[in-house]
Structure formats: structure tokens, C-alpha cells
């Protein structure tokens, strides 16, 4: 049997070496069109900051690993998928045959459609490269405009604030990480970063950027010129999905996949930031981009293309982020439903919240701030649909004592 996955970060390794568990004798081939072996891209940012040099963002360290295991690294770029003919072909003409398929060609960062984004100096953070090209122009005292503060723009603002330059960031929203914090939440993330001192404008976007003289000049929708050393955009991913197109894999935002990570497409299979799967809060499809999602559908991709069936109830949406020491977190319908209740615990002179949302006595969404204790607490609530019954009414009135009720239902359950 022939695997063949495309893609080699974190999915496309993880589903490689379950297929390999699984099957000691398949051919497994993983293919990525960087120069560099599988790494991850989350890593980047320690990187950047120092903590770890570019063999500490490898996925595995030991250089040899894929040769013991006998998966075989391809560099190519995939043009095209022909499922007709169980084939892939290469931008360089190759086609490459496969019994079972699974595409983990993950996302891309959004290039907004901005005058001078082209410019020299004007860069994402995304690759290994430019993390190389951005160190370059890291030097204190540098002036560096952030463009986006989402979920990867905070971890990306971390590293660069950790360089010493004089960094201004700037995010459309109304708040601070705004797909995945409520509006309260987000601003206290603001706040924190504005006391480290960063400078943060919500509700403002670029809207043109030029070159001034030895510098780079933007003009934001405020009505201020920011000039900067260095631009990062941060502005969004989307999902690797173009080379799919005519191949008859069945795609909305991302690949659509049901609960056993497969296409519309027998022997196809799909997972991580490109795989549009079952959502555990809301049952539609979603596309969860975030690390341990990725490694959960992979893992249940391998078993299925190795012929061993395993189902999913769906991904739970989850993001747990470090800003500069503060440690947000959310989970779930952290935006509430139709019809719910919700309470929320509000101290911003210590930087605590905590929000929960209801439907009828489930817990089913969650934001916290400053309050790492709770973490497991409230995923495990919302994951495992325990009925709160008169713990509802208490945490209503009191949500910090999410604690209890969790140790309460979990020794009723028992």
C-alpha cells in the first residue's frame, strides 16, 4: 500500500508516523516544497526571540528519524491532484501514484490587498526564511509596525517586544484577538500590552504603505503615518487549497472532511489548518487552526488510511495564548448560544476574567484571563456535556467556583 501526504508540518509527520505504527511495511512518502526538514512553525517566534536556535524548531531532532522509520522526504511542490488516476503531480512534472491520500498542505498567511505590501521590508512571519529575513532588521531601538494582533500576531508581537525595538501594532477588530476573546477579555489583553509598553491601536487598519527614505512609512485608517524599519503582517491565514481545484475533492473554506477525517473522494483524507472537519460545539464544519487539533485529526487520519476505522465527535475549539506573561484561553461556543445564560467575573486591576456560557445546564463556552488554574477545568466541563444541575445557579452567581462544580459532577458521575 503506497500513502502518500502532502504537507510535512506537524499533521503530515504525525499522520505518517500512525500510519507507520500501524502498517511496519506500507510505503510512506511525505512531501513539503521547503528546503528545510519537517519543523514547526510555531516555534518561529522562539526563535526570533533567542530562546532556541533553527535545529530547536525541527519537529523531530534526531536528523535521522525519518530514515529509521523509513518515510521517505520528498521536496516538491504539488500542482495537481488526479484522483481518477490515484496520481499527484509535481511542478516539476513528476506524477507520484498513491493507494491513499492525505493532504496536510496546511495555510498561508493573507496578503492583504494594501499599496506598497510588496515592499522590501514588508514581511510575514510564517517561514523559516522569514523568520531570517526578520531577525536581520530585530536590532533595539528598530521601529516595527504589526499589522493584525489575532491569535498568531500575539505570539509573533511577544518575540518582537522581546528584541527591545519600539513596536506599534494595529488590529481591525474592536479588541485584541477578536475571533477568539470576547469583547471584555480583549481589551484587557490590550491594556496589558500597552503597560509592557507596545503600542496598540483597535479599530484601525493600513492603508498604504511607502517608502521613506531609509525607512517605511504607513498610513493608517486613525489618520496617523507610522514610519518603521520593519512591517510584519499578521493579518490571517487561509488554507492551502488552490492545487485541489478540478480534482473533484469537495471544498468550501477548507477540505471538507467527515467524521473519520475523509473527502467526498474514497481513500482521500485531509487534516490540520487545511481540513474543514465536524465542529464539536456546533456539529457544522469548521476549520480549527491550531497545533493540537491538527495532531488529533492526524492521528485519526492515519488509523483510517491504515484500515483501521476510528470516528470523531468533532473538534473542540480551543486557543490557549501567552502575551507577554498573561494567559488567556478559550474553549468552545466561548461566544454563547441563542437563548443561553452567561456570567462573567471581571477584575482588571489584576488582569483576572472569567466568562462562562450556558445552554440550558450545560457548560458550552468558556474565555478566561489570568487564571491558569482553570484551564483543564473548563475544557473537561464543556468536552465531556456533564450535566451541572444545581451547579448552574451557583456559578451564575458565582463563577469562580468552576472548581467545585467540576469536582462535584465528576464524583457524582463516578
Known amino acids: 500500500m503506497k500513502h502518500l501526504i502532502i504537507g510535512n508540518g506537524p499533521a503530515g509527520v504525525i499522520a505518517a508516523e500512525t500510519i507507520r505504527k500501524l502498517k511496519p511495511e506500507d510505503s510512506i512518502t511525505l512531501i513539503g516544497d521547503e528546503p528545510s526538514l519537517p519543523y514547526s512553525r510555531m516555534a518561529i517566534p522562539y526563535l526570533l526571540m533567542g530562546d532556541i536556535d533553527e535545529a530547536g524548531t525541527l519537529l523531530r531532532k534526531d536528523r535521522e528519524h525519518f530514515a529509521k522509520q523509513r518515510i521517505e522526504l520528498l521536496r516538491e511542490h504539488v500542482d ?3 484522483t481518477a488516476r490515484r496520481a499527484v503531480r509535481t511542478l516539476s512534472g513528476e506524477s507520484l501514484a498513491y493507494d491513499r491520500l492525505l493532504i496536510a498542505s496546511g495555510s498561508s498567511p493573507i496578503k ?3 499599496e506598497g505590501i ?6 510575514p512571519c510564517w517561514t523559516l526564511d522569514h523568520a531570517r529575513r526578520i531577525a536581520e532588521r530585530l536590532k533595539p531601538g528598530n521601529r516595527v509596525l504589526q499589522m493584525g ?5 500575539c505570539i509573533v508581537m511577544e518575540s518582537l517586544a522581546a528584541r527591545g525595538v519600539d513596536l506599534t501594532v494595529v488590529e481591525m477588530g474592536n479588541r485584541m484577538v477578536p475571533r477568539m476573546m470576547t469583547e471584555v477579555a480583549g481589551d484587557l489583553i490590550r ?8 503600542k496598540v491601536f483597535v479599530s484601525t487598519k493600513a492603508e498604504a504603505i511607502a517608502q521613506a527614505g531609509p525607512r517605511l512609512a504607513a498610513k493608517l485608517s486613525n489618520g496617523r503615518i507610522i514610519e518603521a524599519d520593519l512591517i510584519i503582517s499578521a493579518t490571517g491565514i487561509k488554507p492551502n487549497i488552490g492545487f485541489l481545484h478540478g480534482s473533484g475533492i469537495e471544498c468550501a473554506e477548507g477540505v471538507l472532511v467527515d467524521q473519520c477525517m475523509q473527502t467526498c473522494v474514497p481513500g482521500v483524507y485531509a487534516a490540520g489548518d487545511v481540513a474543514q ?3 464539536f460545539s456546533t456539529g457544522e464544519r469548521a476549520i480549527n487552526a491550531i497545533q493540537p487539533v491538527a495532531a488529533d485529526e492526524a492521528r485519526l487520519a492515519g488509523c483510517n488510511m491504515a484500515g483501521h476505522k476510528v470516528s470523531t465527535r468533532g473538534s473542540l475549539a480551543m486557543n490557549v495564548l501567552d502575551t507577554m506573561g498573561l494567559v488567556a484561553s478559550s474553549f468552545g461556543q466561548w461566544w454563547g448560544a441563542v437563548g443561553g445564560e452567561h456570567c462573567e467575573l471581571v477584575d482588571r486591576e489584576r488582569f483576572r476574567y472569567l466568562r462562562l456560557e450556558f445552554n440550558d445546564d450545560l457548560l458550552i463556552g468558556a474565555t478566561s484571563l489570568g487564571l491558569t488554574e482553570h484551564v483543564g477545568v473548563l ?3 464543556i468536552q465531556t456535556q456533564v450535566r451541572l444541575g444545581p451547579w448552574k445557579q451557583r ?3 458565582d463563577p469562580a467556583r468552576v472548581m467545585e462544580a467540576y469536582l462535584a459532577c465528576a464524583q457524582a458521575a463516578a
Do not use: M, S
Open 379 to 381: 475544557r473537561g466541563l
Open 277 to 279: 472537519a465536524v465542529d
Open 395 to 397: 456559578l451564575l452567581e
Open 191 to 198: 491594556q496589558w500590552c500597552v503597560n509592557k509598553g507596545v
Open 112 to 114: 492583504p490587498p494594501l
Open 80 to 82: 495537481r491532484v488526479d
Open 149 to 153: 494582533a489575532g491569535f498568531i500576531g
Open 118 to 123: 510588496e515592499l522590501p521590508g514588508v514581511l
